[in-house]
C-alpha cells in the first residue's frame, strides 16, 4: 500500500520560512517524480514544483522561483519543500503527489498523478 505522508506546515508570519517533507511508503521511491501542488480556499489546487525521478531535474511554479526549492533524498524516501520568503499568498493545504511515468509536459496536471498525500496546512499572516 502506497502512503505518502506531509508535515512541517503550520503559522508563520511573512518574510518567513517553513520546511515541507513528504514520506513515502510502499513504493520504490526513486523511480518516482514527486510534486508538490498547493490548493487555498475556493481555489483550484495548483501545481508549485516538482522533481523528476533518477536525474532529479526540477521544475518550478514562475512565482515561487528564488523562494521555493525542492529537494529528495532517495535513501530516505523523502521529498522536502523549503519556503523562504513566504507571503500571504502562499497560504494554501500543501500536498505531494508521486507518478512514476508522467512526461514533462503533464508536471503541472494533478489528475496525472497516481498517489497523494492527505496534506498540510500552511499559514502565512501578513
Known amino acids: 500500500q502506497v502512503q505518502l505522508v506531509e508535515s512541517g506546515g503550520g503559522l508563520v508570519q511573512a518574510g518567513g520560512s517553513l520546511r515541507l517533507a513528504c514520506a513515502a511508503s510502499g513504493l520504490s521511491f526513486s523511480r518516482y517524480t514527486i510534486a508538490w501542488f498547493r490548493q487555498a480556499p475556493g481555489k483550484e489546487r495548483e501545481f508549485v514544483l516538482a522533481v523528476r525521478a533518477n536525474g532529479g531535474s526540477t521544475h518550478y511554479k514562475d512565482s515561487v522561483k528564488g523562494r521555493f526549492t525542492i529537494s529528495r533524498e532517495n535513501a530516505k524516501a523523502t521529498a522536502y519543500l523549503q519556503m523562504n520568503n513566504l507571503e500571504p499568498e502562499d497560504t494554501a493545504v500543501y500536498y505531494c503527489?508521486?507518478?512514476?511515468?508522467?512526461?514533462?509536459?503533464?508536471?503541472?496536471?494533478?489528475?496525472?498523478?497516481?498517489?497523494w498525500g492527505q496534506g498540510t496546512q500552511v499559514t502565512v499572516s501578513s
Open positions: 503527489a508521486a507518478d512514476r511515468s508522467i512526461i514533462l509536459s503533464s508536471l503541472g496536471l494533478a489528475g496525472q498523478y497516481d498517489y
